[in-house]
């Protein structure tokens, strides 16, 4: 019998496909579509998660950009200077590079390492004490790994319906020079920009915003950050959303979820891959012992930075007079700011 079936060829079902082949688990992978697989997502790694993708890897197939830390900076009027505030990486480089090399540095791992992947949907999934079926196939336990809006986290009931107001993600990348190493997030009254560094002549720049318009719409909002772009980008725009995706618990059974499908707060704080990565790994390890329920605890103890932090973000990004002060109060105490950046730069990293 396979020991362990993963419904989701993404990122955090390809990382968990490899951990549990290190550890001795007879894996496959159930993705009907073929790679390379893009998203709309920040593309930006933080030093845990770009430590975290080249051991899976290899270094040497890591691409991208080195990133150094991350710039908040406040939409000013016309004429008049940016407040700007940055914060360096205590520990190492993040990296910025595109979501498709990403993933095809997975895939290709995940190949090498000699895992079947079919490329079959899951669309029902069946229980019994020692085993799960799903697509045709039969093992010990099913990973979802099925991204933000998991079929699977609905089928088993596990999904529940986030109480506030629903942000959205949209990217697109330009072919422009980067003037920095650092993530820059552009703060504006109702929504904040990301430009991360992909390449040596290319930047992507998402937006996080609860408001339903373009991309275009939104870029107005930004002048500063508008004026150093070409007139033109040089994708197309992906979005994504919404963002706010609650799970009851990431086991049922012995079914477990993994990234996105086991509970997504915000893309905020850019931590995504990170803890996914960082799960991906707790979870294998959890099924190497034949524990599943000790993921639970581990889940919770991974994302938990990622989730106090993004939440109080969040939190106060929804009032107007806190949202103006989240640069200034940034300015005024960089210290806090810098470890409150390096607090997360370090979730997923290696216990």
């Not at 407040?83 to 791992?109: I, M, N, P, Q, W």
């Not at 012995?254 to 996105?260: A, I, K, Q, S």
């Not at 891959?273 to 991974?302: F, H, K, T």
Request: aromatic share 4%.
């Amino acid at each position: 019998m396979i020991d362990v079936l993963i419904a989701g060829g993404g990122p955090a079902g390809l990382a968990t496909a490899l951990h549990c082949t290190r550890l001795g688990l007879e894996t496959v992978v159930l993705e009907p579509r073929p790679g390379p697989l893009d998203k709309a997502c920040g593309e930006g790694l933080t030093p845990a998660a770009a430590a975290a993708l080249a051991d899976l890897v290899g270094a040497e197939n890591v691409g991208g950009v080195p990133l150094r830390g991350i710039r908040y900076l406040d939409v000013a009027p016309p004429g008049d200077r940016q407040r700007s505030v940055d914060a360096r990486y205590a520990h190492g480089d993040g990296r910025g590079l595109r979501r498709t090399e990403l993933h095809g540095a997975l895939d290709r791992a995940v190949r090498a390492a000699g895992i079947r992947v079919e490329p079959s949907r899951v669309r029902a999934v069946e229980q019994a004490a020692d085993r799960v079926t799903a697509a045709g196939l039969t093992a010990r336990y099913l990973v979802a790994a099925d991204g933000l809006h998991s079929p699977i986290r609905t089928a088993l009931g596990l999904g529940r319906t986030a109480a506030r107001q629903a942000r959205y993600g949209l990217r697109r990348h330009f072919a422009v020079r980067p003037w920095t190493d650092l993530v820059e997030v552009h703060w504006s009254s109702r929504s904040e920009a990301y430009v991360t560094p992909v390449g040596a002549d290319q930047v992507g720049v998402a937006v996080l915003t609860s408001q339903r318009q373009s991309f275009e719409a939104h870029l107005r909002d930004f002048s500063q950050l508008a004026d150093r772009l070409p007139a033109q980008a040089s994708t197309q725009v992906r979005g994504a959303g919404p963002l706010r995706q609650r799970a009851v618990t990431p086991r049922a059974g012995r079914v477990l979820l993994v990234g996105d499908a086991a509970g997504y707060v915000d893309a905020l704080t850019g931590e995504g891959i990170a803890v996914s990565l960082a799960c991906a790994a707790s979870l294998a390890r959890c099924l190497a012992m034949d524990q599943p329920e000790a993921y639970e605890r581990a889940w919770r103890r991974e994302s938990r930075r990622y989730r106090l932090i993004t939440q109080a973000l969040l939190w106060a990004g929804r009032r107007p007079a806190v949202r103006r002060s989240i640069v200034p109060a940034a300015q005024r105490l960089p210290g806090v700011f810098t470890a409150a950046v390096n607090q997360l730069a370090g979730s997923g990293a290696p216990r």
